[in-house]
């Protein structure tokens, strides 16, 4: 079957995707997702390192993650498989990869050797820590890039040790990163003809995640810590244990904090000299959240949410995973997507998160089975039946 455009946005730009794992494919989908012929490029079985990291490709992740595009699989090693490689980059717009970054050079894959086939390719190079300097051919992973980037440690409460997110948010923040930078190439393109080599990391992803905690060292010096739950410097803003669960209040600046009192029917706590003013809050925190905590648990998070929103507080229910999508917000804003299996029937992933007005993404194809469009791929590139099939007996594809 030929390629399916998910959206009619990106449906003129191929994009040749060598990535795995979670950064790099977290890229590509963008591209997917909005129209473009993204070809899933995959080891052949037989040379394949199964690593385990993106898991079954049945499961959850790898169905999530490569929905929308086609796939093949060439052995880059071989220089009939490179061969082939070179000339599908000839007529593609953007490579995606994120191997260690002396991997590339190896194969022969690298920006300058592209350029050559085609000065018009975008590269996009996700790793770890960057493609130079003194860590970079470190193996480079989410977790590793929270801590290295600072994360771990303003998350968690104090005294309790450096604590992780619960997303892949360096990993998602790459690839986030990477996908601007090659719309921005590709915008760039169109006025000089020539493509470029964009890159991110996943360390330097993960510092600019932290913004104002960051930007708040960089300014001033000060190393921001672990505060829980609690905003850094604007108090009351937290989590709160109500009488059936938790709910998040977000009360920054005087004038709102003043509207919280009188919206909990607590405005005496507005005059309390440990309360009065920023600075005080901030420093008290530990009994303001302690009288707070008192008085939300009299109150199911429901009742609270729908009294402060009355008030105008910005608040809301903290919810586990089937409550998220439960939501009749999240359900009005379709987060979620059904996409369509030969095999697994149809079931719901992580819809698209970004809305175009006349030319929306769609969920058009599953994720491939590996190799599934191989055949097709190479013979829209001109090569015969008796050439594929002597591809397949050397194991080229």
């Not at 040790?161 to 190439?185: K, L």
């Not at 609690?230 to 938790?246: E, L």
Request: one cysteine or more.
């Amino acid at each position: 079957m030929p390629h399916i455009p998910a959206s009619s946005a990106l449906s003129r730009f191929r994009v040749l995707d060598l990535t795995r794992v979670r950064a790099g494919p977290t890229c590509v989908k963008q591209f997917a997702d909005f129209g473009a012929d993204v070809i899933k490029i995959e080891t052949p079985p037989e040379a394949e390192r199964n690593d385990g990291m993106t898991g079954d490709r049945h499961g959850f992740d790898m169905q999530n993650l490569h929905r929308n595009k086609r796939s093949m699989t060439l052995n880059l090693k071989d220089p009939r498989g490179l061969a082939i490689f070179m000339k599908m980059v000839k007529t593609a717009d953007v490579v995606a990869e994120n191997y260690r970054p002396d991997v590339k050079n190896r194969l022969g894959i690298d920006y300058e050797s592209l350029k050559k086939v085609n000065k018009g390719i975008v590269l996009a190079s996700i790793s770890g820590f960057g493609q130079d300097g003194p860590y970079a051919t470190r193996p480079g992973f989410d977790q590793i890039a929270q801590g290295m980037g600072g994360l771990m440690m303003v998350t968690g409460k104090p005294g309790e040790g450096p604590m992780r997110a619960g997303a892949a948010v360096a990993d998602m923040t790459a690839g986030f990163f990477a996908c601007i930078g090659v719309m921005t190439a590709l915008l760039e393109r169109q006025s000089s003809g020539e493509g470029q080599w964009v890159q991110s990391s996943l360390l330097q992803a993960q510092i600019a995640l932290l913004d104002f905690q960051a930007a708040r060292y960089l300014m001033k010096g000060e190393i921001p810590g672990q505060v829980g739950n609690d905003h850094p410097v604007g108090m009351p803003t937290s989590a709160y244990t109500t009488s059936d669960g938790y709910i998040n209040i977000n009360s920054l600046g005087q004038a709102m904090w003043v509207r919280l009192c009188k919206g909990l029917g607590r405005e005496e706590l507005a005059a309390d000299p440990q309360f009065k003013g920023p600075a005080e809050r901030s420093k008290n925190r530990k009994e303001l959240n302690a009288q707070l905590n008192e008085l939300f648990k009299k109150k199911t998070a429901a009742e609270w949410t729908e009294q402060l929103l009355a008030a105008d507080i910005p608040c809301g229910p903290i919810y586990k995973m089937d409550q998220v999508f439960a939501d009749p917000q999240v359900q009005h804003l379709q987060a979620a997507a059904t996409v369509k299996h030969p095999t697994l029937g149809e079931f719901k992933v992580v819809n698209q998160a970004v809305k175009l007005s006349r030319t929306p993404s769609s969920m058009v194809r599953a994720t491939p089975e590996q190799g599934e469009h191989t055949d097709e791929i190479l013979a829209e590139m001109g090569y015969s039946s008796a050439e594929i099939a002597d591809f397949h007996s050397a194991k080229v594809v």
